[in-house]
């Protein structure tokens, strides 16, 4: 070994108190100005790359340790390979703030808009001139807040539907509000689905915990003129286990049931009969509805509900939606209650066999 090897071999335990400090801090993780920065000259930094005491995972960006980087150092590599004013946004920042269950491949982080980059493998760049507005303080690696999180990936989402999973997730799983969503938005001079954004917001905040809840009280119960249901309303089910019923019309003794799966487990369908049993006890009807009857039949889902409630006492009936929905007012009156439309048309009859009867008696 040459006098300058058995030197800088010697010096690897002699790294600056500020190195391993930092590299601590980051997970294990250092970008070369940093280590610069931090005392370290460019022959060491080479040698414990050769040596294989460090590893390089992006150009600039090394390991201080052996073996495979786990998901905590590959952020902090693709945070410091972005450079100055670099944060994880979109769905990185949504898997660290737990609003996605998986990590997210590949890892976002957003820059300042004046920034220009060279492509990373495996990081996704975005530009933004609120990057250094939007990150949220005193988080390691550093990220967006989970408002602004949430916008971004409303911003980048290809549907509205998409746009309504993002945020009804983030109030189901309680990491936002009205207030401070509402709040964020105000301060997007640019924001695609800006007005259909503060309905989805105030429906998320009163209850709309998925996509196919907004949906239904947009498209099946507002659209038609149902009543107003109460949303997310515990009970409390055999053996005394708690649980949330998803639409409850509480005056006619109606609940809905919404499941977006595309798949019912064997487990899942016994504790679907569970809760109807429950339902049925307790003197409620239980009506169930997926993706096919909220998205593509929502005119008929109303028609339907509209009957189960007019059968235990609602005196309205669902109105068309528009020129060419399949409930018609006059065919919505008879088709659901036969015996009282038949009553009112009886009614309507004798009042003017009577009131023809008293012009006879007038005439001169």
Not at 174 to 202: F, G, N, P, Q, V
Not at 234 to 252: H, I, S
Not at 318 to 336: F, H, T, V, Y
Request: aromatic letters at 6%.
């Amino acid at each position: 070994m040459s006098v300058a090897a058995r030197t800088l071999c010697g010096m690897e335990s002699e790294l600056p108190h500020a190195i391993r400090n930092l590299a601590r801090h980051q997970n294990g993780v250092i970008s070369r100005a940093q280590a610069l920065r931090a005392g370290l000259t460019e022959d060491m930094i080479k040698f414990r790359i050769r040596s294989g005491r460090w590893r390089q995972i992006h150009l600039g960006v090394y390991a201080t340790f052996t073996g495979v980087p786990g998901r905590s150092p590959l952020l902090w590599a693709a945070v410091l390979s972005a450079g100055q004013g670099a944060v994880l946004s979109h769905e990185t920042a949504a898997e660290l703030h737990g609003l996605i269950d998986k990590a997210a491949d590949p890892i976002h982080v957003t820059v300042p808009r004046q920034r220009h980059l060279v492509t990373v493998c495996g990081v996704s760049i975005h530009r933004s001139a609120r990057a250094l507005e939007a990150v949220q303080r005193h988080t390691c690696p550093p990220r967006t807040r989970i408002e602004e999180t949430v916008l971004d990936l409303t911003q980048t989402a290809a549907t509205f539907d998409d746009v309504c999973g993002w945020v009804t997730r983030a109030f189901a799983r309680d990491l936002t509000d009205e207030t401070r969503l509402t709040a964020a938005m105000s301060l997007r001079t640019k924001l695609r689905w800006r007005a259909d954004l503060h309905e989805l917001i105030t429906a998320a905040n009163g209850g709309d915990h998925s996509v196919l809840e907004y949906r239904y009280d947009r498209d099946v119960e507002r659209a038609h003129g149902l009543p107003a249901a109460s949303r997310q309303v515990p009970f409390t089910g055999p053996g005394g286990r708690l649980g949330r019923r998803d639409r409850v019309y509480q005056d006619y003794g109606v609940v809905v049931e919404l499941d977006g799966r595309l798949a019912h487990p064997v487990e899942d369908r016994w504790r679907d009969k569970a809760r109807d049993n429950a339902a049925a006890v307790a003197g409620q009807v239980t009506l169930r509805y997926g993706w096919v009857q909220v998205r593509r039949q929502p005119c008929e889902t109303a028609a339907e509900v509209g009957r189960a409630l007019r059968q235990r006492g609602w005196d309205g009936w669902p109105r068309p939606c528009s020129s060419g929905c399949p409930i018609q007012q006059r065919e919505a009156k008879g088709a659901l209650l036969p015996d009282q439309h038949r009553a009112q048309q009886a009614r309507a009859e004798g009042e003017s066999c009577r009131a023809e009867r008293h012009g006879q008696a007038c005439r001169p």
